[in-house]
Structures are given as structure tokens and as C-alpha cells.
């Protein structure tokens, strides 16, 4: 990127690689009236300012009106106008992020690394087996995403080292010279329109049903538009529907009563979300994520980017302008386990204390000076827990909470995804879009995504009390968005037009981070089954090991020792459907449980509780675990049924314990 222009431009993170046209001032007597022009046409020029009277708005509201028309827009561009003022009127410009312009196929080699296939690239090439296992659970579209990077980085270094010898992608991917580049011959053992288990796909592949044609293809349309398929992985079923008709599906400005109602069909093994898994499976959801949102973007030609800051200078201490890690690390001396900074945490207490009627919540800013004045006593006393939180308006408390958001030296939503998030509106579909969004929270760090999901979960309690306070979710969502879209340090190059389309883009992806927040964080069942397929292939090549079995065996031993289990009860109880339960902090008994059609993981816990009367642990506490077999440790949905689960994983061992250990 080139060297800051002379002049001050809103920082934007919806920047464009090769676009360098800077913005053209609009000049004149005639300003407002070329400004209201220039929206209407799609040509808003975000350096301009308005020059309404003081407290007449551009437009009549109406609470009705929730469509991000011209009008309702206007939202957005005077929130801009609103940060540009703070900024201009900060005393410390902040410093341009100098984004790095990557050599070629560097991108590609460092995808390669964050999904955990490094070994497929470089001097570490022809060490593959943990590749294999990975490559050995991909699909279709998934193998070729991979494959497609491999090959750019090998053709790559063919070029830097004409005299190293490197391996031929079709070595790795074991495809035949005369079909190298046929993906149908990457994982013949898994067709198109089948899952991971090899069952063929009725309804949710895309291809059995077709968009138009007699009245029953139609019902089973509209229940495509609604309905979230979890077991066969996205960039398969977009690969599906790709050369069908285009959806009927809304997939614009449309109303809020029009955005789909997405139904997630009922999995007796258990939903689960982000928090439920160990560590070590999440870190392979994480890889699995990123290639799958790959997969899905080739699906449809677009190019998926992450870009990293090579030159920030960031504050080490304080509230505001502080990283997320920083800041948390400072949180914890306080609080510790703290997972979402406590300066945000206290904002939002302090807004809903005062209630969420007040009208124009979040959209009504407060005075420029006055925040300042209270950024500067927040960093003196906030730790000391001498600031006087009563004196705080509830709109400077609101416009605090932006400025904490924006002020962020790297965008909440990461400074490697933020583009990757951009470009979700440029799938075909709602639904893809949606999709999309799930993968990207998937991997972001743990930092960013809690902070995220505290924010999008007190925006959506605003908006339940838009009746009181007028705050829709499309009046939110154009003020939320170049809260969250920009960051400190980027400076935007785009031309009116451009910058016109990332403000209705990013509200909208605002409006659907905020409507959707509750399937967000779930993690896709396809996911889970990819993760339960590594875990078992890794423990096969685990079991070959002589003293890994050695290991095993004194720790079976040892554990025999301590617990004295009989054997051939644990078998029988097998035999005869029976689990054993255990809770060893609270009980060295285990708990016999007989495997019926409808027990469910929360019958499990009532009849736990029924049994340890003398413990004073809270239900909503404590949680029933998958621990072992195919998975590292999973909290289990109150709605699985433990015998569908069971025979998905019967070497699974089942413990309780609190949610917090």
C-alpha cells in the first residue's frame, strides 16, 4: 500500500486491492443538494458534510420503515460523519496499517499452514501423515480447495528453485497424470450427493430437487429457503445447486419480516456449539472451517484473502485503543477467567441499568467533547474503581461503547478475516451467506468471537424494545456498521460508488450477524463427523505404536488399580444397554443408566440430582460430557438422545461435572 495521502479520509476497512482512485470532495453552495442527488444514484461521498439545521433530521422516521432504502441510510452516513469529527478533532492521528503486498503464492503457503497442512509444502514435504489423515476426511470440494493451493505453492517454488526437487501434487492427492485436474477422482469413495458415512442425500444435497416444475417441487423449495442443512457440508451442497436455476430467495434490501426464518432440523446425537468441545477438537474444527469456507467461495469464483498488518503501533496499557488480548490480560489480574473485557462488559450494564426504551438508543450521539473528557477519567480510574459511573448519560454511555468497538487497533473481526467477511455478500443466497458467516466465527480467535457474540447478543435485547425506543434491526445495523467495519489505521482509496455499495453491504451483513446470532455459534454436524473421523484414524496410527500400547496399558492397569471395576460387569452392562455414569466431584459411585429409545442427556442429569440431594450445584451448572472414543471431551445438548449417541461413539466414557472445570 502507498504512503498516507495528504489529506484525512474516514478509515474503512472495505478496501479493494486494485483500486487506487482516491474520493473527490464535493464543493459548493449546492453541496446538500448534490449530496442528496448523489445518494439516490448510488454516489455518496463520505468527506462531505451535512449541513442540516441543528435538530431537524433528514427524514421523517417512521418505525415501520425497516428497509435499507436512500432514506434510511442516512443513518449510516451521519454516524460516519459523527466519527470523522472524533477524529479529526484527535489530537494523536492514528498511524496507517501498511498491509503487505504478498509475493506470489504466499497467501496460498500461509493458508496452507493455518489448516494444519504445512507438512504438504516446503523442507517438511514427504512427512505427511498427519496430512493424510486430514485429507483422508475431506470432501470433494474440500480436496480440491486443497489441492488448488498446493499446487499454486509447488508451481511456486519450482520457480525460486529450479534445482529442489518438489513434490508432485499428484503424488499427495494420489490422482492419476491423465486426471490431475478431474476433483471427481480426489475421494472416489464419496460421491457428490452422498455425506461422511456414505448414505445417499434425500433433500439437502440440492440435486433431488428441483426449483421449479410441479406443485410438490415447489413445497420442497421453500422448505430448501428455510431449512439449514448441517450434515452435508456447504461447499457440496452449493456445488449442487450451482448449475440449477437461481434461487427465488430475497437477496437484497428486503425487509425485516422477509429475511427467511432458518430452521435447523433436530439431530438426536446433539447440536453443538462453540464452547462445548475441547480444546484439541476445536483447534481441528478451526482448520476444518477455513477449508471448507474456501471450498465454498471456489465453488462460486470467488477469492478468498486474509491480509495481515505489518506495521501497527499499538498502546500496552489502558482501556481504549488497546488489543483485545492486552486488554483481556489486564482484565484477568482483576478478574480472572474473564473471556470479554470488562470496560465493555460494564458499558453495556450501565446502558441497560438506564433502560432500553430511550428513543434513538445507540443512534443519538453524545457530545464529541464530553466522551473525550470521559475516555480520559475511564483510563484513570476505571481499574481503581473510583469513576463515577452515576454521572454517566446513558447516550454517552451508548456512544462510549462504539468508540471502544472502532478504536481497536485490530478490527474486532480480525484484521486477517475482515475482507473474508466483506465478501459473504457476494454469495448468490441468503442461505450461503449465512453459511458463510457460521465458518468465519468458527475460526475467529476466542478473544474476538466472545467479544463479538456479547455485543451482538445486547444489540438484539435493544432491538427487542424497538416499540419504546424506534430501534429496528436495519436502524441498528446502519449504525453498528462502520462501528465494526472500520478500524483505527486503514485508510479508504474507494470511489463514491464503491464506498456507497460497502455501506449498504456491510449493513446488511450487520443485519444478519444480528439476526442469525443464534446459529452462529452452532458447529455443523459435518464438521463434527470430519473431527470424530480424525480422531479415530489418528488412534489407529496411535495403536500401531509399541510403546504407545505399553503406555495404554499401564494406565488401563493403574486405573484398574484405583477404581477396581469389575470387568465383566462393565461388559454386561454393555450387553444389556446399560452406561455408567460417573461424577467424581461429587461422588465416587458411579450411576447405572439404562439406554431407552427417549432418554435424553437432561434425563440423565435429573436423575443424577435426584440421587446427590446433599450437593448444592445449580442444574444449569452442571453438564453431562462425552469424553473419549472419538471425541476429546464434548458437552452434550440437553435434547440428545444417549442412545443414538452411544452408538455413534460406544467407547466413549459419560462423566458430569460443573461447566466452569
Known amino acids: 500500500m502507498s504512503s498516507q495521502q495528504n489529506f484525512k479520509g474516514v478509515v474503512l476497512t472495505g478496501f479493494y486491492q486494485n483500486n487506487e482512485g482516491l474520493p473527490v470532495l464535493i464543493t459548493g453552495k449546492d453541496e446538500e443538494e448534490q449530496t442528496s442527488l448523489l445518494r439516490r444514484t448510488g454516489q ?18 417512521h418505525s415501520s420503515q425497516d428497509s435499507l432504502d436512500e432514506l434510511s441510510m442516512d443513518d449510516y452516513w451521519t454516524e460516519l460523519e459523527h466519527i470523522q469529527k472524533t477524529r479529526c478533532n484527535d489530537q494523536e492521528q492514528p498511524e496507517e496499517v501498511l498491509m503487505k503486498v504478498p509475493d506470489e503464492g ?21 512427512d505427511l501423515q498427519e496430512s493424510m489423515v486430514v485429507l483422508s476426511t475431506l470432501t470433494r470440494t474440500q480436496a480440491a480447495a486443497v489441492q ?17 526437487q518438489v513434490p508432485d501434487v499428484r503424488d499427495i492427492f494420489g490422482l492419476p497424470s491423465a486426471q490431475s485436474e478431474k476433483i471427481s477422482n480426489v475421494n472416489e469413495t464419496q460421491p457428490a450427493g452422498t455425506s461422511e458415512n456414505g448414505k445417499q442425500d434425500v433433500k439437502s444435497d440440492g440435486q433431488t430437487i428441483s426449483p421449479c416444475g410441479d406443485d410438490k417441487s415447489n413445497l420442497d423449495t421453500a422448505l430448501l429457503e428455510t431449512d439449514i442443512n448441517l450434515e452435508i457440508s456447504f461447499s457440496e451442497q452449493a456445488a449442487g445447486l450451482k448449475d440449477q436455476s437461481k434461487s427465488n430467495e430475497p437477496h437484497g434490501d428486503e425487509d425485516d419480516a422477509l429475511l427467511p426464518n432458518f430452521r435447523i432440523p433436530q439431530d438426536k446425537t446433539g447440536t453443538t456449539m462453540i464452547g462445548d468441545l475441547a480444546s484439541q477438537d476445536m483447534k481441528k474444527v478451526h482448520s476444518l472451517a477455513l477449508i471448507e469456507l474456501t471450498a465454498l467461495y471456489d465453488t462460486f469464483g470467488i ?27 489486564q482484565d484477568q489480574k482483576k478478574v480472572p477467567g474473564t473471556k470479554v473485557p470488562l470496560i465493555l462488559q460494564k458499558l453495556i450494564s450501565h446502558i441497560e441499568e438506564e433502560g432500553l426504551d430511550t428513543e434513538g438508543l445507540l443512534r443519538i450521539p453524545g457530545s464529541a467533547t464530553r466522551i473525550k473528557s470521559l475516555c480520559q477519567d475511564l483510563e484513570a480510574k476505571f481499574y481503581e474503581g473510583t469513576f463515577a459511573w452515576d454521572c454517566i448519560k446513558q447516550h454517552d454511555a451508548a456512544s462510549l461503547l462504539k468508540f471502544f468497538i472502532r478504536e481497536l487497533p485490530h478490527p474486532l473481526l480480525t484484521m486477517e478475516y475482515l475482507n473474508a467477511f466483506i465478501t459473504v455478500q457476494k454469495l448468490p443466497t441468503r442461505k450461503q451467506q449465512l453459511q458463510a458467516l ?44 462502520p462501528n465494526l467495519f472500520m478500524f483505527k489505521g486503514f485508510r479508504s482509496k474507494n470511489g463514491d460508488q464503491q464506498e456507497f455499495a460497502m455501506a449498504t453491504g456491510t449493513a446488511n451483513l450487520m443485519r444478519l450477524l444480528i439476526r442469525y446470532q443464534d446459529l452462529l455459534w452452532l458447529i455443523p454436524k459435518f464438521l463434527m463427523n470430519q473431527v470424530r473421523k480424525q480422531n479415530t484414524e489418528n488412534q489407529k496410527k496411535m495403536s500401531k505404536d509399541r510403546a504407545m500400547k505399553k503406555l495404554l496399558k499401564k494406565m488401563a492397569y493403574d486405573r484398574e488399580k484405583h477404581e477396581k471395576p469389575d470387568r465383566n460387569t462393565t461388559e454386561t452392562d454393555t450387553l444389556q444397554g446399560v452406561i455408567r455414569v460417573q461424577a467424581p466431584q461429587f ?13 435424553k442427556a437432561s434425563d440423565v442429569l435429573a436423575s443424577f440430582l435426584s440421587q446427590i440431594r446433599t450437593v448444592a450445584i445449580k442444574r444449569e451448572d452442571l453438564c453431562l460430557y462425552e469424553i473419549g472414543g472419538n471425541i476429546g471431551a464434548r458437552c452434550l445438548n440437553d435434547e440428545t438422545y444417549m ?3 452411544y452408538q455413534l461413539n460406544p467407547n466413549a466414557e459419560w462423566v458430569i461435572k460443573s461447566r466452569s472445570c
Open 106 to 126: 504466499e497467501l496460498e503457503e500461509e493458508w496452507l499452514k493455518e489448516a494444519g497442512l504445512s507438512d504438504l509444502i516446503g523442507d517438511s514435504a514427504g
Open 438 to 481: 457460521n465458518l468465519l466465527v468458527l475460526f475467529l480467535p476466542e478473544p474476538s468471537r466472545d467479544t463479538l457474540k456479547t455485543l451482538l447478543e445486547f444489540l438484539q435485547r435493544v432491538i427487542d424494545r424497538k416499540e419504546k425506543n424506534k430501534m429496528t434491526l436495519n436502524n441498528i445495523a446502519v449504525v453498528m456498521a
Open 148 to 164: 488448488k493451493r498446493v499446487e499454486t505453492v509447488a508451481q511456486t517454488l519450482r520457480k525460486k528453485n529450479r534445482h529442489h
Open 643 to 645: 442412545k443414538d449417541l
Open 303 to 329: 477469492d478468498f484473502k486474509s491480509h495481515k498488518a505489518v506495521k501497527i503501533k499499538i498502546k500496552e496499557s489502558g482501556l481504549f485503543g488497546v488489543p483485545l488480548t492486552v486488554l483481556l490480560e
Open 587 to 599: 461422588s465416587k459411585v458411579s450411576m447405572a443408566i439404562q439406554l431407552k429409545e427417549d432418554l
Open 44 to 61: 455518496y461521498n463520505i468527506h462531505s458534510r451535512a449541513k442540516n439545521a441543528a435538530g431537524n433530521p433528514p427524514y421523517n422516521r
